[in-house]
Each structure stands twice: as C-alpha cells, then as structure tokens.
C-alpha cells in the first residue's frame, strides 16, 4: 500500500507532520478527515524523500551524528521487543514508525513497511538504504531472516547497539570538562588579546622606553589578530578542509589511523576501542547464525575504513582457504597475543562465540578505564598550559609598567 507524507492542521489549529497508508491521494484526504485533521499538503513519502536528498547529502559531510544510533538502537530494540511478542513485521514496522519523532526516519521506515508488504525480504529492504542502516546490520537480520529467528537476532543488534551508545556516551561525557575548559580559556585569551591589549599599545607608545621581547611578541600577535583575523580564520578553515580532504582517500585515513595508535597513551587506548568494536562485532555475527567468513567480511564492512577492517577482509580470505581464524588473524600488532588464544581456545573448544563476547567485554572494560585515567590525565594539563598562557601575558603586561616605575622611583 502506498505512503504519503502529510501536513495538515489539528482541530486546535495547530500545524502537525506525519505519513498516512492509502491506495490513493483521495483515501488519504478521506482518512485524515476522519482522524480530525485538515490537510494542508499531501505527497508520497518517496517524493519527499527525494527533495530531502541536497540536505541528506549535505549531512554525510558531518562526521559525527549521535541521533543516528540512538534511533537505529531504539528502533532495532523495539523490533524485538514486538516480534517476540508475536506481533507480524509488518505491524511492528507500522507500530514504530507511527512512534518515531524523526520524521526522515519515520519516511524511512514507512517505505521499508512498504516494500516488505509487497514480498521483499527486511534484509533487500534495508540494505537499499546503505547512508541509514550498516552492511554488518543487514548481514545479521539476513541471516536472522533466513534462520527464521529474526526477533533473537534483533535482540542481539539491539543489546550490541546498546553497548556502543553507551560507550560513546561515556567517551562524550568524559571530553565534555576538557573540551569545555579549553573553548574557555581560548575565548579568554582571544579576549585579551583582541580588546585588552590593543588599549595598551598606546599607553607603552607613550612610555617611551625600549619593550622587553614577551611585551613586543604579545603586542605583535595582538596586531595581527587585529589586522588579519580574516585571514587565520580563513587559513584555519583551510586547513581543516584539505585534512578532511585527504583522509577521504582509504589509504590516507589507514596512514593516519596508524599514526594515531602509535601515539603515547591516547593511541594504545584508541586502539582498543577499534579492537574490541572488530571482536564485538564478530561475536554479534556468529551468534547469529552467520558464517565465520561472512561474519568477517560484514564486521569488516561496519568498520569502514579503518586499518582493523583491511586486517579482517584478509582474515576472511585465509579462512576461506582452510585456515583458523586464529591463524588468519595474523601475527601482527593490531590482534595481540591474548586474542589469538582466546580465539584459538574458542575453536578447539567450539564455544568461539563466547570466547569472542569474553574477549569483547575484557576490552571494553579495560578502555572504560583507560578512558577515565586519560580524563583525569587531560584535565590538570589543560589547566596548567592555560596557567602558562594567562601567566606570560601577564608578564608582557605588567614587566615594562614595573620597569618604568623603577625609572620613575
């Protein structure tokens, strides 16, 4: 049955959105009419979808968007929760559409309700939809799909999910005082030198005695603020386009990402989060049914670029020649030594599922403390170089009044 996408006024005059099934424009009216609502404007939801592509693509140039996996983790948990209530799939669809507040994704849904309807497999559905739901997502719900265990494997997404919201949530929260203390402290310096100095310059003029270097340095920074604020804006800007720029290509964002792991501290614990994000993605897959070299190959999918997602599409092409896959984990730095065992242990005991979720959860655990330290760490550093700064402004400020009261006295 078609959807379409409509806007109309409620019987307090107030304008509200949503979509509405029917097989013709006239039953939508018809229907809306009787819900006590008057449209205003009605079109199919593919239409609106398509006039909403500029900005679906302007989005793909932010690279963090939080609301995503929050909704993608609701949903896929309310899908469980429904399916294994007994509830059809196309009623649970219907269900949380008409209950989402996103209305893009609230679209979204309503035409995978309705490709479902018409006999496509969920799995064909979502995955017409690659910008929305990942290629590790619909691997699992295929193999749920086919293994006629879907409302299971949704409960392991939906736990998976979860755990990843959460884990960014904590990583948000935990830079949330540092960053905050930093954008401070530079609106202060950025105040000083802008206003404060610059009403100092003519007094130090006046003066008439030769400057001490941290009050010639500070009067030449403020200057150039002053003077070409337009142009380190510009550079700044600048700067940060070509770097997005050149980690769009693979090999670069590879480079760079090995880069970032070898850095002292921050690196080791960044790369435990890629590690045990791979380990745990492999665990969600085989417990669901899918096979170890496709599990391999969607893990790696849902890891886009990063160089753990090269590692685990070599990993795939060993087991499909014969190999363990603790053997085809390789012997490199990114899948250390305890992995391998814990793997190896996992096959020869055939509990690699459990194996891999104990692994999964160590790492997790171990990052959530790592990331804590690291916090605690970050704060007293920020607070010492802003210390610094403030403190060697004040030097440049008050060295030559101090020099000339000595002239003077």
Do not use: C
């Amino acid at each position: 049955m078609p959807v379409y996408a409509y806007r109309a006024l409620d019987q307090s005059g107030k304008t509200v959105r949503g979509v509405v099934d029917a097989d013709t424009p006239q039953k939508a009216r018809r229907r809306l009419r009787f819900d006590g609502l008057h449209p205003i404007e009605l079109s199919p939801a593919s239409r609106l979808l398509a006039r909403a592509e500029p900005l679906a693509r302007l989005r793909k140039l932010v690279p963090f968007r939080p609301n995503r996996l929050r909704l993608l983790a609701g949903t896929t948990r309310q899908a469980a929760t429904l399916l294994a209530a007994g509830l059809p799939l196309v009623t649970a669809l219907t269900t949380i559409q008409e209950q989402t507040e996103d209305q893009e994704f609230g679209h979204i849904l309503a035409l995978v309700r309705e490709e479902v309807t018409g006999g496509e497999s969920l799995a064909n559905a979502l995955a017409r939809r690659p910008d929305v739901f990942p290629m590790d997502y619909i691997h699992m719900i295929r193999a749920g799909e086919l293994a006629g265990s879907l409302d299971e494997v949704l409960e392991r997404l939906a736990g998976n999910l979860e755990r990843r919201q959460t884990r960014r949530a904590r990583i948000g929260a935990a830079l949330t005082y540092p960053a905050l203390m930093t954008l401070v402290g530079a609106a202060v310096l950025l105040f000083l030198l802008s206003f404060i100095i610059p009403t100092l310059t003519g007094l130090f003029d006046n003066l008439g005695a030769a400057l001490p270097w941290p009050t010639r340095l500070l009067l030449a920074v403020s200057e150039t603020l002053k003077q070409y604020w337009w142009l380190v804006v510009a550079g700044l800007a600048g700067v940060v386009l070509a770097f997005q720029r050149y980690l769009k290509k693979e090999a670069n964002y590879r480079r760079f990402e090995g880069w970032v792991f070898r850095l002292p501290v921050m690196g080791s614990l960044f790369q435990r989060l890629r590690l045990a994000q791979a380990i745990r993605g492999l665990a969600v897959m085989t417990s669901g049914g899918v096979t170890l070299t496709r599990a391999l190959t969607a893990t790696a999918d849902g890891m886009g670029r990063s160089l753990y997602a090269e590692a685990l599409r070599t990993a795939a092409q060993r087991v499909g020649q014969g190999r363990s896959l603790a053997e085809s984990l390789g012997t490199g730095r990114l899948f250390p030594p305890l992995v391998r065992r814990m793997v190896a242990v996992g096959e020869a005991s055939g509990t690699l599922t459990d194996m891999l979720s104990r692994t999964a959860q160590a790492y997790e655990e171990e990052t959530d403390q790592a990331l804590s330290a690291m916090t605690s760490l970050v704060e007293p550093v920020i607070i010492i170089v802003m210390g610094l700064l403030v403190g060697f402004i004040e030097m440049a400020v008050l060295l030559p009044i101090f020099e000339i009261s000595g002239l003077v006295g």
